[in-house]
T-cell receptor
Framework: KAGVTQTPRYLIKTRGQQVTLSCSPI?????VSWYQQTPGQGLQFLFE???????NKGNFPGRFSGRQFSNSRSEMNVSTLELGDSALYLC????????????FGSGTQLSVL | AQSVTQLDSQVPVFEEAPVELRCNYS??????LFWYVQYPNQGLQLLLK??????LVKGINGFEAEFNKSQTSFHLRKPSVHISDTAEYFC???????????????FGTGTRLQVTL
């Protein structure tokens, strides 16, 4: 079974631009969560989508948004990029049954210059 | 709200020695507990989890953890480490499942395990 796939692996943007990250979950998984990982703040929860609906959200500004498609693939968008948005963005998929067992992708490393 | 404290940011250990990585949590509600491992340039991988039942939980790669409710701890142990165990280890909690909370993990800041010969 293929794992969680995130594209692109690396991304370089400049301040003010916007970016879209993609995540393909494990086949059969209906839940996709996004996390931001930085050296200073560690791992922080962004949001979770289940069956195309956002069902949980972390404490991030509205510049961070996401969506999920009918095939469970998910995209995350960050608008008006700031230097502090530089981070590793991790996507995780699960069956969404409530046992908290997440399968993580390798992440997208975003650098904002 | 939940919080997780990993008491050691780095743990150096020699190969074949035992190791314990410490984790304490705080929560006003019952939680599930997890340990995840992150190898360089990779995502996180689940090592083990405690949902209920026996407080001693066995995971992959020879790791185990013990849930102590009175001390709100969930320390990770391995009796004999290998060079390949060098990685970052994260303790995490999530509220018991209700709508929309199952995937919202709160992570600790991580412990870097460095195994040397």
């Amino acid at each position: 079974k293929a794992g969680v796939t995130q594209t692109p692996r690396y991304l370089i943007k400049t301040r003010g631009q916007q970016v879209t990250l993609s995540c393909s979950p494990i086949s059969g998984h209906r839940s996709v969560s996004w996390y931001q990982q930085t050296p200073g703040q560690g791992l922080q929860f962004l949001f979770e989508y289940f069956s195309e609906t956002q069902r949980n959200k972390g404490n991030f500004p509205g510049r961070f948004s996401g969506r999920q498609f009918s095939n469970s693939r998910s995209e995350m968008n960050v608008s008006t990029l700031e230097l502090g948005d530089s981070a590793l963005y991790l996507c995780a998929s699960s069956l969404g049954q409530g046992d908290g067992k997440l399968f993580f992708g390798s992440g997208t490393q975003l650098s904002v210059l | 709200a939940q919080s997780v404290t990993q008491l050691d940011s780095q743990v150096p250990v020699f190969e074949e020695a035992p190791v314990e990585l410490r984790c304490n949590y705080s929560s006003s509600v019952s939680v599930y507990l997890f340990w995840y491992v992150q190898y360089p340039n990779q995502g996180l991988q689940l090592l083990l989890k405690y949902l209920s039942g026996s407080t001693l939980v066995k995971g992959i790669n020879g790791f185990e953890a013990e849930f102590n409710k009175s001390q709100t701890s969930f320390h990770l142990r391995k009796p004999s480490v290998h060079i390949s165990d060098t990685a970052e280890y994260f303790c995490a909690v999530s509220p018991l499942p209700s709508t929309g909370t199952a995937s919202k993990l709160t992570f600790g800041t991580g412990t870097r395990l460095q195994v040397t010969l």
